[in-house]
């Protein structure tokens, strides 16, 4: 069986490098599809706050909903497609259209009412007051004297 030789090219060789990046996260994370799990997020510690973030490039402020239920912290929301698609033949696409949802689990002891919620340049960013229990603090490190080390 002769195989039809192809023309080189870098675009597809870039497709195929990201199909199969894609399938390694998700084979490690155990994920189908990683675009299906809804909007990327970034949390992190700052001061005595949590601040979590979502990217929601092209979603109306008004089509998100943040929920939080015991210390399960949800996002709802949907993009609508504000162009019809017939007669139209994509050769990329990413962008996905339609309702998203994505939860996380937040420390215990985190209070609703004190949750903070803004919308600004397509991302939501969340501010949630940190526990006392759960302050980050530095813990100083001691050098050990050298014959210690030993």
């Known amino acids: 069986m002769a195989r039809e ?3 080189w090219s870098p675009m597809r060789e870039l497709e195929r490098f990201r199909r199969d990046f894609d399938d390694l996260f998700a084979r490690f994370l155990g994920a189908s599809d990683i675009s ?3 909007p990327p997020i970034e949390s992190f510690v700052d001061g005595n706050r949590l601040v979590v973030r ?10 998100v909903e943040v929920t939080l239920a015991g ?6 929301g949907s993009r609508r497609s504000e162009h019809e698609n017939k007669g139209r ?4 696409r990413e962008v996905s259209y339609g309702s998203f949802e994505r939860s ?3 420390p215990e002891g985190v209070k609703a009412d004190q949750v903070k919620a803004s919308y600004r340049n397509g991302v939501l960013e969340l501010e949630v007051p940190m526990p006392e229990a759960l302050a980050v603090r530095k813990v100083p490190v001691e050098i050990a004297p050298a014959e210690a080390r030993r």
């Open 71 to 76: 210390n399960v912290l949800t996002i709802k």
């Open 36 to 38: 299906l799990s809804g």
């Open 104 to 106: 996380l689990t937040l």
């Open 89 to 92: 033949d994509f050769l990329h």
């Open 54 to 63: 979502a990217d929601l490039p092209g979603v109306d402020p008004k089509d």
């Open 5 to 7: 030789l192809q023309i």
